[in-house]
């Protein structure tokens, strides 16, 4: 069966759902150089599929983001744009730029409620599990993997504070990404690859789906 188009930007069409994606793994880099191969891309196509209706993703990631810059991206929709649902991935490069796990939550919490403001549902997936990073030398992986741990907590906290859903990545994929590296990570062996998008993508999409399916929906 063919999925239902996907289209990006504008305003809402009759029957379909529009998906923002701030963060820093929905856009084109290491592990997805096509669009449809990014985490936004592969959400929004499972997404439509699923709610068997047009998705129109309005991307405003960009690789390497961390916490602090998702104030400036959601500064790039215009005012009056107000997503049905959005979903953002965020942490690992706070840990591995020792931002302030205190800093980190507040961006975070503060972009949630911003979009919560315009009607936008919230799906937040966590810091993954930074154990994976195998080119990371002890004892600095033990120590990025427990703060990985530390901020994901703290995020979980901040996301349910604000009324959205997390979405644990260290449980729900770090698993995969422990024990199948070569294929979940791409080259550079810090961004996940094209199977290591699919596998987030699958692990956050129930989450899309219940959030779109809400009672005001």
Same mark, same amino acid.
């Given at each position: 069966?063919?999925?239902?188009p996907?289209?990006? #930007?504008?305003?809402?069409? =009759? #029957?379909? /759902?529009?998906?923002?994606?701030?963060?820093?793994?929905?856009?084109?880099?290491?592990?997805?150089?096509?669009?449809? /191969?990014?985490?936004?891309? %592969?959400l929004?196509?499972?997404?439509?599929? =699923?709610?068997?209706?047009?998705?129109?993703?309005?991307?405003? !990631?960009v690789?390497?983001? &961390?916490?602090?810059?998702?104030? !400036?991206?959601?500064?790039?929709?215009?005012d &009056?744009?107000?997503?049905? *649902?959005?979903?953002?991935?965020?942490?690992?490069?706070?840990v591995t730029?020792?931002?302030?796990?205190?800093?980190?939550?507040?961006?975070?919490? &503060?972009?949630?409620?911003?979009?919560?403001?315009?009607?936008?549902?919230v *799906? *937040?997936?966590?810091?993954?599990? @930074? %154990?994976?990073?195998?080119? *990371?030398?002890?004892?600095?992986?033990?120590?990025?993997?427990?703060?990985?741990?530390?901020?994901?907590? !703290?995020?979980?906290?901040?996301?349910?504070?604000?009324?959205?859903?997390?979405? /644990? @990545?260290?449980?729900?994929? #770090?698993?995969?990404?422990?024990?199948q590296?070569? &294929?979940?990570?791409?080259? /550079?062996?810090?961004?996940?690859?094209?199977?290591?998008?699919?596998?987030?993508?699958?692990?956050l999409l129930? !989450? @899309?789906?219940?959030?779109?399916?809400?009672?005001?929906?």
């Open positions: 069966m063919r999925s239902p996907i289209a990006s #930007g504008g305003a809402r069409s =009759r #029957g379909s /759902d529009r998906l923002a994606a701030p963060g820093r793994l929905a856009r084109r880099g290491p592990g997805a150089t096509r669009r449809k /191969d990014t985490l936004g891309g %592969r929004a196509r499972k997404l439509a599929r =699923r709610m068997r209706r047009p998705v129109r993703l309005r991307t405003a !990631a690789v390497g983001a &961390e916490s602090g810059d998702l104030p !400036a991206q959601l500064a790039t929709l215009a &009056e744009y107000a997503a049905d *649902v959005a979903v953002i991935v965020v942490g690992g490069n706070d730029h020792r931002v302030p796990l205190s800093a980190s939550v507040a961006h975070l919490q &503060e972009t949630i409620a911003q979009l919560r403001s315009r009607g936008t549902e *799906v *937040v997936g966590t810091c993954p599990d @930074l %154990r994976a990073l195998r080119p *990371v030398p002890q004892p600095l992986r033990s120590l990025a993997a427990r703060w990985s741990r530390q901020l994901a907590a !703290a995020q979980a906290i901040a996301v349910a504070r604000e009324g959205a859903t997390a979405v /644990d @990545l260290r449980r729900s994929v #770090g698993p995969l990404f422990l024990a590296p070569n &294929e979940m990570f791409s080259m /550079d062996r810090f961004h996940p690859s094209a199977l290591g998008y699919r596998r987030m993508a699958e692990a129930p !989450a @899309l789906v219940a959030a779109l399916r809400t009672p005001d929906r």
